[in-house]
């Protein structure tokens, strides 16, 4: 590559910046920029029953709104009560495991998620999870 630049080059840059000319911004107008890219939920407390109904309702404004991403915070579940119950499964009576299976499994959701990351549901250091959306078409 050569650090010289062309007469040509030097005379379209004098001429550019003597110009009262401004350069339009290509992302003022951006359509993805009036759209909100990333939305939280945390589902503390929450009961399974009412963190699934939460999670449809969340999952469908997001959708709608545009939303690109939503990170769910649910907890690791280390205070869950329902682990010192032998009669309830230690995962999926907790909201970190049960409520990515909840949304797995309802296919109305599935349909507007391209994606939802499993390897931060299972994994014990990590509380919370994301789902990719869709965009609507």
Do not use: C
Not at 66 to 76: C, E, H, M, Q
Not at 80 to 106: A, C, G, M, R, T
């Amino acid at each position: 590559m050569t650090n010289k630049l062309s007469d040509k080059d030097k005379k379209d840059w004098q001429n550019f910046i003597d110009s009262s000319d401004k350069i339009q911004s290509k992302d003022i107008d951006h359509p993805l920029n009036n759209k909100i890219m990333v939305r939280s939920i945390d589902l503390h407390g929450y009961t399974l029953e009412e963190a699934n109904k939460e999670i449809s309702r969340f999952i469908e404004n997001s959708f709608l709104d545009g939303v690109k991403k939503i990170n769910v915070i649910t907890g690791k579940g280390m205070r869950s009560k329902n682990i010192d119950d032998p009669y309830q499964s230690s995962d999926l009576s907790i909201l970190k495991h049960s409520v990515p299976e909840y949304i797995k499994n309802n296919s109305e959701l599935m349909k507007k998620i391209i994606k939802i990351d499993f390897n931060s549901v299972n994994s014990p250091s990590k509380g919370n999870f994301d789902i990719f959306l869709k965009t609507i078409k």
